[in-house]
């Protein structure tokens, strides 16, 4: 009895004494993260203290813990990457780095990890980063309450801020991208969540994603992007209560789906894009409850979508609420509040008593001779548009939502 | 030509009319401020009334101006007053109580509304310049018409005619001859096009203002290219000089000739 009491109380000792504290300060020992790094062993935390550190390529393949506090600032001198993770089972926190260099031959980044499991970088801040988080092959990851920033000037010497590429179950949370290339970046990246995070002012994309399979995205802010958000080639998507706002410019969306299958968005909101929603190749789309509004084009499709449904969205003062390449329309416009729509509710049953047809004339012409756009809100439009609606000769017949309802949905 | 300039000014102000457009203008700017209180919105749902309005309202005040007028204008002839002034002095006067007009009507509900505190203010004002602009350009037209029309009902005829060209008929031949020839780069043709209608010169000055640009899309980078520069506002501001300029001078030269 007496014996095992004894050999717990020196195995716990053990296991304590094993977990050592390596601090690190210009006057301490240990004055450099790459030192302290050599000597930290499996489990051990290093607490960098405040002060300018100013080291490159910082190599650990140890399954460590690296936090910092107020004032602990890594400065990379416009060099090289800084960190290089490769280790299961670390954390790295509460660290300012600064100053990554361009690179045309390697992608330089604050923290890159790859090959790595259960990790987490939390409550970082990077400024003036080529690359701001590169993750590679590596899974069960979680970012969290970081914030990205940079000044890049034009797509091709910028990087990304949160760049995952080949990776799963990686969980992206509350952070704040700004003045990169693309805010967050996925590429082969399966069963993941984003969420709480706020996009903006990026030079090309809010959010790009590209063959990510299974993922989820939900209460993320994306603003003022270049070319807003892209989601691309991937399958059995959620996308929910996020908002794409402001995304203006001549080649500018604030959703662009590009051959997404099996997809669910609800409940997100679209406001002052030039188009809301740029559909080409998509199948089996649920939208459900989303809101758009003042958006140049709420939505553009363009060839090949089928089977999508379109349910209990608010379309309110769009300069053009729907475009559409085809005669064949195969998608579903039911129980939307489209505020254009000009009907009455005789029965008072809070749905119009006669379809709305979404396509108007003048934006099937725009979709043929886009240079005709120079007549939107012309007197003669508003004419056109009206005889087309009577009765419709080039628009598709059956594009129409045949119970359009009467008051705004998502308030 | 300031005598009659004021008395006609005056005439038209006391004219019931005058009353009811400025009452017009007041009313719709206070019910678009009610119904959404956004400055900034309610100046794009101006845009398209006064797009369309004030060249008619300017086209048909002028023709009935004139005509009401003639007996008087035929007393003022026989006096030793130079016939130009006796006409500019009616065109100013009707141009000026139009403006006036529109832009106490529409500008008292917008400086209730706050005007001045929102961003709008810019927007708001090149609205108003455009739409004085509108209603010297239309009156002169209108002015010209009847001066060569002898035929009061003929007149207003034209004069209609004329204002329906503008605002819809010079659309659609636009509309069409983009369809049709669209293998062809267009942007040129469109700008000019554009620049040589005045209502269709005003809707792009007010939309490339406002942040519908962005969708024009490569045309509307193209336009936002010339429009946006100095050059490009210059040019249009002056092409609306022009189009007050060229029908005065018509209007001169008619005068002149015309045996009343």
């Not at chain 2, 708001?124 to 001066?147: D, E, K, M, Q, R």
């Amino acid at each position: 009895m007496l014996r095992g009491g004894l050999i717990l109380v020196f195995l716990s000792l053990g296991f304590l004494g094993q977990a050592k504290k390596i601090e690190v300060c210009s006057t301490c020992e240990i004055s450099s993260i790459k030192k302290a790094v050599e000597v930290a062993k499996d489990g051990d935390v290093i607490f960098v203290k405040k002060g300018i550190y100013k080291e490159n390529s910082i190599e650990i393949y140890k399954s460590i813990t690296i936090y910092g506090e107020v004032g602990t600032i890594v400065d990379g001198s416009n060099k090289e990457g800084i960190f290089i993770i490769s280790a299961n089972n670390f954390t790295i926190r509460n660290l300012k780095i600064i100053n990554v260099g361009i690179s045309y031959i390697k992608e330089q980044s604050a923290i890159k990890v790859f090959k790595s499991n259960n990790f987490t970088i939390k409550n970082i801040v990077l400024a003036n980063v080529y690359f701001g988080f590169l993750i590679e092959k590596s899974h069960f990851g979680k970012i969290i309450n970081n914030t990205v920033s940079s000044l890049a000037k034009n797509e091709a010497n910028s990087g990304n801020g949160i760049h995952i590429w080949h990776s799963s179950n990686v969980e992206v949370e509350g952070n704040e991208v700004f003045g990169m290339r693309d805010g967050i970046y996925f590429e082969f990246v399966t069963q993941s969540k984003i969420h709480n995070n706020f996009s903006h002012n990026n030079i090309r994309y809010g959010l790009h994603f590209m063959f990510s399979n299974n993922d989820t995205y939900y209460n993320n802010e994306f603003k003022n992007n270049g070319a807003g958000v892209a989601v691309m080639f991937s399958k059995f998507i959620k996308m929910y209560q996020n908002k794409f706002i402001h995304n203006w410019g001549s080649a500018s969306y604030g959703l662009l789906l590009k051959e997404i299958y099996d997809a669910e968005i609800y409940n997100n909101i679209f406001q002052e894009n030039t188009i809301g929603i740029k559909g080409e190749g998509c199948n089996r789309i649920n939208y459900k409850n989303n809101t758009f509004l003042r958006n140049g084009w709420a939505i553009k499709i363009a060839g090949a979508c089928y089977a999508n449904i379109f349910e209990y969205n608010d379309f309110l003062h769009n300069s053009l609420d729907l475009s559409y390449d085809t005669k064949v329309n195969d998608n579903k416009f039911e129980n939307n509040y489209w505020s254009e729509y000009t009907g009455y509710d005789l029965d008072k049953d809070g749905i119009g008593d006669i379809p709305y047809r979404p396509v108007k004339l003048f934006s099937y012409i725009v979709n043929r001779t886009p240079e005709a756009l120079v007549l939107l809100r012309s007197l003669f439009v508003d004419i056109i548009n009206f005889s087309e609606k009577v009765s419709p000769v080039f628009t598709p017949d059956d594009l129409m939502d045949i119970n359009p309802v009467m008051k705004r949905i998502n308030d | 030509m300031l005598k009659i300039l004021k008395y006609s000014f005056y005439d038209l102000m006391r004219s019931r009319w005058s009353y009811v457009y400025f009452a017009f203008y007041l009313a719709l700017g206070f019910v678009l401020l009610f119904l959404n209180n956004d400055v900034s919105k309610a100046v794009i749902t101006l845009m398209n009334i006064i797009i369309v309005l004030t060249p008619m309202i300017g086209t048909i005040f002028g023709v009935m101006y004139y005509y009401n007028s003639k007996e008087f204008t035929e007393l003022l002839l026989a006096q030793p007053i130079n016939r130009n002034k006796i006409f500019m002095g009616q065109y100013l006067g009707i141009s000026l109580s139009l403006t006036l007009s529109l832009v106490l009507g529409l500008g008292i509900p917008f400086i209730a509304y706050g005007l001045f505190k929102s961003s709008a203010i810019f927007d708001f004002s090149l609205l108003l310049v455009i739409g004085s602009f509108l209603n010297f350009i239309f009156v002169a037209l209108s002015y010209n018409i009847a001066l060569s029309t002898e035929n009061k009902i003929k007149g207003f005829g034209y004069a209609i005619l004329m204002w329906l060209f503008f605002a819809v008929i010079y659309d659609g031949i636009f509309l069409i001859s983009l369809v049709m020839f669209d293998q062809y780069p267009l942007d040129k043709f469109s700008l000019i096009a554009t620049m040589s209608n005045p209502i269709d010169l005003s809707r792009i000055l007010i939309l490339l203002k406002l942040d519908i640009s962005a969708l024009l899309g490569y045309t509307g980078a193209v336009f936002r290219k010339f429009f946006g520069t100095n050059l490009g506002m210059f040019l249009s501001i002056s092409i609306l000089v022009m189009w007050v300029v060229l029908p005065v001078i018509r209007m001169n030269f008619k005068l002149r000739k015309k045996d009343f």
